[in-house]
């Protein structure tokens, strides 16, 4: 079972981000923060969830949640700031858009920037161990693939309705055979490395 909180009685906003490493597309991140006594034996990690489950408990998070958002930081700003830096201002971006102010933020991960005065506590595979960073998990996670099936539409070559922008076979084969769309980080290796032999 997932810590409920870090610290008892302290209005907890959990952060994650959703898409750092894709080729295509923007990142995603979610500000989570959910009520007192609030448990769900479902919820994990997002990545060690089916995303049937993922998309159940997405209704669930957003119908139980005290406040929730979501956030994106473009192809193009990712190729401007850097992925580490477009993860960290997707996730302010979601801070902000909170209706209800936290008393901290729990951030997954290692590597933060203070957002307005609020403390923040970082934590390693924290997806895996706070409740509501694991739900802000699986809203970013749930929201920028539900975006990516859109952009699956306009550019239907890439398979983003599986692949979700990931750096698959399928999808490096597409770029070599089609080229890079408005939507490829240009920052990213977008060509897959010879093997060496």
Known sequence: MLSPYLIQGRIEAGCDEAGRGCLAGPVCAAAVILPPGFSHPLINDSKQLTEHRRDLLRAVIEAEA???????????????????????????????RLSIRPQAILVDGNRFKPYHDIPHTTIVKGDGKMMSIAAASILAKTHRDEYMKQLAARFPAYGWDKNKGYPTAEHYAAIEAHGVTPVHRRSFTLFKPLSLF
Do not use: C, F, K, Q
Request: proline share 3%; no cysteine.
């Open 66 to 96: 005290v406040a929730w958002a979501v956030a994106m930081v473009s192809p193009e700003e990712i190729d401007s700031i850097n992925i580490l830096n477009a993860s960290i201002l997707a996730m302010h971006r979601a801070l902000d």
